[in-house]
T-cell receptor
Framework: KQEVTQIPAALSVPEGENLVLNCSFT??????LQWFRQDPGKGLTSLLL?????REQTSGRLNASLDKSSGRSTLYIAASQPGDSATYLC?????????FGEGTQLTVNP | DTGVSQNPRHKITKRGQNVTFRCDPI?????LYWYRQTLGQGPEFLTY????????KSRLLSDRFSAERPKGSFSTLEIQRTEQGDSAMYLC?????????????FGPGTRLTVT
């Protein structure tokens, strides 16, 4: 059974700081790994999808990496802004379903 | 708006009542998923459809839950005889694909409160 863990559970940083969110998964037989953002009481917004054959994906100030052999993915956020405050979720896909971690709650202070 | 839509956005019901939620996926997406999310947790998979066929169901989907996607377009999720433990956010997602899972796009969710 796939299990996904995210560390840290919560993170508070000053505006402008670069930061890294961590995600680990127990079963390396995945098709892809997806990072999402969730604002309070809202649905999920897809940020980045990394296919199993890829090592990383970039979108603007976001960069996500994938190391299947070690069961790890990281989400790097450059030059953080208060608008980045949200919960960030990673999800691994061994097949049809996504298995989610519990998320990292990020607060960026002005 | 061409994203995934869900209705209603909020539902308050009394224990023992039946409720039904609707999801309209992105129009060209052939796969549709239902997830449930409780406070402070990540979403948990419930079931998914490829076109009109329900291909996988989680053990979380008890006999009181039923999902349909009759024409391979919108989907409904019904909960019968609701219990307080059913209170959660119900999320729908869709994707395009035939083999490996494509990128899933989520709707805004339906928040269910059972009193």
């Amino acid at each position: 059974k796939q299990e996904v863990t995210q560390i840290p559970a919560a993170l508070s940083v000053p505006e402008g700081e670069n930061l890294v969110l961590n995600c680990s998964f127990t079963d390396s037989a995945i098709y892809n790994l997806q990072w999402f953002r969730q604002d309070p009481g809202k649905g999920l917004t897809s940020l980045l999808l990394i296919q199993s054959s890829q090592r990383e994906q970039t979108s603007g100030r976001l960069n996500a990496s994938l190391d299947k052999s070690s069961g790890r993915s990281t989400l790097y956020i450059a030059a953080s802004q208060p608008g980045d405050s949200a919960t960030y979720l990673c999800a691994a896909s061994p097949g049809s379903r996504l298995t989610f971690g519990e998320g990292t709650q990020l607060t960026v202070n002005p | 708006d061409t994203g995934v839509s869900q209705n209603p956005r909020h539902k308050i019901t009394k224990r023992g009542q039946n409720v039904t939620f609707r999801c309209d996926p992105i129009s060209e997406h052939n796969r549709l998923y239902w997830y449930r999310q409780t406070l402070g947790q990540g979403p948990e998979f419930l079931t998914y459809f490829q076109n009109e066929a329900q291909l996988e169901k989680s053990r979380l989907l008890s006999d009181r839950f039923s999902a349909e996607r009759p024409k391979g377009s919108f989907s409904t999720l019904e909960i019968q005889r609701t219990e307080q433990g059913d209170s959660a956010m119900y999320l729908c997602a869709s994707s395009l694909g035939a083999g490996a899972v494509g990128e899933q796009y989520f709707g805004p969710g339906t928040r269910l409160t059972v009193t």
